[in-house]
């Protein structure tokens, strides 16, 4: 096999240490938002799962971050006044870029400051060669989007920028006139655009949370509470809850459906400043784009609590029959508990990983749940059983059904070159990493190899044919 340099093994040594992806879906009990969170006058966000992948692995060198990574601390004191400020600046950018729009933002000024220094910030929009949708009425719930043509895994369906950006909650102690700000916001933008955004559905009209004069109307506040989605990666100081994050409403991200059973997933990319929607699993002409608004997770009613709060109930199939959906959620995991089991116990066959994660992708896949971070977790588990098996052409056909879901979930095509490529897997420091074990073992117990060693290797040897020996 032909090596890299010594840097250049070094490098992607590097990288594979640390393949991390941001995530920001909430699972936790005190996350579930309750009735009160509105009357605090919290703004309240649809927040997509992303997945977040950590080797299975344990790293045994420094810990590299993936380049992509938006790193989540500040060198920089933030400053406490909030503006509104156009994000990338209009006057500054050339005609080429005024095509990709601009985003008003309702921001801190020192996070503002932060987006300056984001390398190659504005980047330009790459948008798909073809129409991938469009918006129209749906038969019960509003507007939604459709596929235009058919979509494969992790292709790109739309890339916008958001029309209005903001803070995630509002400091019930120290309030913003939030109402005052959009509309500052919106006298900026072009007309067409700010009635882009006033045209946007409000759930909280004429409901006991909706702001305003009582008269029903609908609030720009409202249409932003209603349609605003997580923007992770900017946040005023290292988040340890919501307050500091942002959030954003864009013209067609925002007419997007929810559904447990998502078959796309929204990522929100500061260096071209925009929304990303790609396909999570192949999607038919004419078939609704839906993406998940909470942790798909997540039992029925935690997630009904979270959609009564947005005063709707979800009309997703896995919501007609919440106990069945529920006792399928209830019989996944994440698998790093048995990986780790894997990793420490010698007498476990070496499929033992890759044969309970195909079953729980089986049971995904027949409910739905590619757009769940557990999801990826198992396609990883198998590739980097894989890894340890030193085989790396079935490494690599899990490096790419990764790879994609990575893509899908967060916009980054360098994930997906990385995994894909057969020719990197012998640099991971854990190739062959239970063949040079099983040999070691081998050597070391010549005289009185036990018979469960001996079990080992035939289940090795039988199960896995294709693992090379070579060391
Ligand atoms: C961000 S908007 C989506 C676009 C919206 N349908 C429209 O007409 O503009 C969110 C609202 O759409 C409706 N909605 C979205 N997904 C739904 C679902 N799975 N079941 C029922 N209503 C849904 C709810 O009224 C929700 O408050």
Redesign the pocket.
Known sequence: MDRASDTEAERIRDLFENITIEEFHDDEDSDVPTESDFSSDKTFL?APNVLKLRSLIPATKGTASYPNKVSRSTNSKTESVISNVSQPYPTLLSSKYLDDGWTECIIRLGTNNKIKQIEGFPMPLQRPKVAAYHIKE?D?????MFAARRLGISDLILNERPLVLGPLTVDPDNPINMEKYIKDALDRLPDALAAKYRA??D?HTGTECAEGDGSGNSTLFGIFR??AFRVDTLYDSEPTDDNGLYCAVGENT??????CRPNALVSFHLDAFSFQVRAIRQIEEGEEI?IP?CDIMLPHKKRDAI?RN???????QS?QDPAASDAIRSTITSPSAIFKQWLDDRSLPGDYVIRHSLSQIDTMLREGMEGSAVYGEHLQAIMESYICLGDSGLASIWGVKLGRALLASAGDTKNLELMSDGHLYPYHEAWQSRMKNKSKKKRKGKKSRSQKERQVHDNEEGELGNASEDE
Request: aromatic fraction near 20%; proline fraction near 0%.
């Open positions: 649809l749906t019960d719930i509003g507007f939604g946007l559905f759930c209603t349609n925002s007419r997007i459906n929810h559904s839906v608004y959609f947005f005063h709707f109930e979800c009309v997703c919501c």
